[in-house]
C-alpha cells in the first residue's frame, strides 16, 4: 500500500527533536499540517513518509497527537531516498505557457534535468527581465510538482543557445571522439535518442521509442535496480527541429525515434518521452 508523503526543503521545517533519529518527535504546521490532515486526511495512529530535498533523507513517522493547527508525530524509520540514474530530456525552447506544464509534468514523472536549447525554429528569447521572472515561476512549479508527484528530487534546469551547445556542455560525446578515444565510453549510443515528428525530417520510417526501450531492456540480463543506463531524449520545440539540429543529433550518436504516426504537441510528446525513459530504463 502506497505510504502519503510530504516533500519538505529541510527538516528545519518540521521542529525535529535532537537527537533526530528513530524516536525523534517531530511537529507538522502550516501548508506540511494542511497536507496530512486537509489532503490525506490522516488521524492519529496513521504513518506517513517525510523526504527532506536538504537532507536528502527519508523519515517515516506516524502521528501522535492533531490539533487544530499542528500535528505531531515520531520517527520510527530513517532510510536514504531511491533515487532513478539520471534521464534527461533536451528540449527545444517553447512559448512559457507550454514550457510550464513540460517542467510540472517532467518533475512529477522524475526526470532528473530538463536542458532547454536555443532552437532554430523556437519564438523570439525571452528578455533578462522576462527569463529572471521564469525561473521564479518554474521554480514554484517545480515545488508544487514535488509536492503532489512525492517522489524524487527537483530536476535541474539549464538554458543554451543551441543544440550543439547543449550536447557539448552535458559532455555527450560525438561519434568521431568516440570512435578515436581507447577509453571505454559511457555515453554509448543506447539511451540517446531524438524524438521525430511525422512530419519533421522523418522521411525514413523510425522506430517506435517505446518499443527500442523495451527491446533493449529486455535484452539485458543483469536485474541489479541501481545498474541503470544514462537516458537523454531531444524533442524539438513546437515547429520541431531543423534539419541542421537532426544532422549534429545524429552526429552525437542520437538514434531517431517516434512516438508514432500521430503529430502530438511538444507538451505531450516531451511528457510521453519523459515518462518511458523513466519507467523503461535500460539495465547495464
Same mark, same amino acid.
Given at each position: 500500500?502506497?505510504?502519503?508523503?510530504? $516533500?519538505?526543503?529541510?527538516?528545519?521545517?518540521?521542529?525535529?527533536? +535532537?537527537?533526530?533519529?528513530?524516536?525523534?518527535?517531530?511537529?507538522?504546521?502550516?501548508?506540511?499540517?494542511?497536507? $496530512?490532515?486537509?489532503?490525506?486526511?490522516? @488521524?492519529?495512529?496513521?504513518?506517513?513518509?517525510?523526504?527532506?530535498?536538504?537532507?536528502?533523507?527519508?523519515?517515516?513517522?506516524?502521528?501522535?497527537?492533531? &490539533? %487544530?493547527?499542528?500535528?505531531?508525530?515520531?520517527?520510527?524509520?530513517?532510510?536514504?531516498?531511491?533515487?532513478?540514474?539520471?534521464?534527461?530530456?533536451?528540449?527545444?525552447?517553447?512559448?512559457?505557457?507550454?514550457?510550464?506544464?513540460?517542467?510540472?509534468?517532467?518533475?512529477? +514523472?522524475?526526470?532528473?534535468?530538463?536542458?532547454?536549447?536555443?532552437?532554430?525554429?523556437?519564438?523570439?528569447?525571452?528578455?533578462?527581465?522576462?527569463?529572471?521572472?521564469?525561473?521564479?515561476?518554474?521554480?514554484?512549479?517545480?515545488?508544487?510538482?514535488?509536492?503532489?508527484?512525492?517522489?524524487?528530487?527537483?530536476?535541474?534546469?539549464?538554458?543554451?543557445?543551441?543544440?550543439?551547445?547543449?550536447?557539448?556542455?552535458?559532455? $555527450?560525446?560525438?561519434?568521431?571522439?568516440?570512435? @578515436?578515444? &581507447?577509453?571505454?565510453?559511457?555515453?554509448?549510443?543506447?539511451?540517446?535518442?531524438?524524438?521525430?515528428?511525422?512530419?519533421?525530417?522523418?522521411?525514413?520510417?523510425?522506430?517506435?521509442?517505446?518499443?527500442?526501450?523495451?527491446?533493449?531492456?529486455?535484452?539485458?540480463?543483469?536485474? @541489479?535496480?541501481? %545498474?541503470?543506463?544514462?537516458?537523454?531524449?531531444?524533442?524539438?520545440?513546437?515547429?520541431?527541429?531543423?534539419? @541542421?539540429?537532426?544532422?549534429?543529433? %545524429?552526429?552525437?550518436?542520437?538514434?531517431?525515434?517516434?512516438?508514432?504516426? %500521430?503529430?502530438?504537441?511538444?507538451?505531450?510528446?516531451?511528457? $510521453?518521452?519523459?515518462?518511458?525513459?523513466?519507467?523503461?530504463?535500460?539495465?547495464?
Amino acid at each position: 500500500m502506497h505510504t502519503p508523503r510530504i $516533500i519538505v526543503d529541510s527538516l528545519g521545517e518540521c521542529a525535529l527533536s +535532537i537527537p533526530s533519529g528513530v524516536g525523534a518527535t517531530l511537529v507538522l504546521s502550516g501548508a506540511n499540517y494542511h497536507h $496530512i490532515v486537509r489532503v490525506f486526511r490522516l @488521524d492519529r495512529g496513521s504513518s506517513f513518509e517525510i523526504l527532506s530535498l536538504a537532507e536528502r533523507v527519508v523519515l517515516n513517522a506516524e502521528i501522535l497527537a492533531i &490539533t %487544530k493547527e499542528s500535528a505531531m508525530a515520531v520517527v520510527t524509520a530513517v532510510r536514504e531516498p531511491t533515487v532513478l540514474r539520471p534521464s534527461t530530456v533536451i528540449m527545444g525552447e517553447c512559448r512559457s505557457g507550454v514550457l510550464d506544464e513540460i517542467v510540472e509534468h517532467l518533475t512529477e +514523472i522524475g526526470t532528473s534535468h530538463l536542458a532547454i536549447f536555443r532552437g532554430e525554429k523556437s519564438g523570439p528569447w525571452s528578455s533578462k527581465r522576462e527569463g529572471r521572472d521564469r525561473s521564479q515561476r518554474l521554480n514554484k512549479i517545480v515545488m508544487s510538482a514535488l509536492k503532489q508527484s512525492g517522489f524524487g528530487y527537483p530536476p535541474q534546469i539549464s538554458y543554451h543557445l543551441s543544440l550543439r551547445n547543449c550536447l557539448e556542455s552535458l559532455a $555527450i560525446k560525438n561519434e568521431s571522439e568516440i570512435s @578515436d578515444s &581507447t577509453a571505454p565510453c559511457t555515453n554509448s549510443p543506447l539511451g540517446k535518442y531524438l524524438l521525430c515528428a511525422p512530419h519533421n525530417n522523418c522521411e525514413e520510417e523510425v522506430p517506435n521509442l517505446f518499443d527500442v526501450l523495451w527491446s533493449e531492456r529486455k535484452q539485458k540480463h543483469i536485474q @541489479d535496480i541501481s %545498474k541503470l543506463a544514462d537516458t537523454y531524449v531531444i524533442v524539438g520545440p513546437e515547429a520541431g527541429t531543423s534539419e @541542421d539540429e537532426t544532422s549534429v543529433a %545524429k552526429e552525437f550518436g542520437f538514434t531517431m525515434v517516434s512516438l508514432g504516426p %500521430k503529430t502530438l504537441r511538444a507538451q505531450t510528446a516531451a511528457t $510521453i518521452a519523459a515518462f518511458l525513459a523513466v519507467a523503461l530504463q535500460v539495465r547495464v
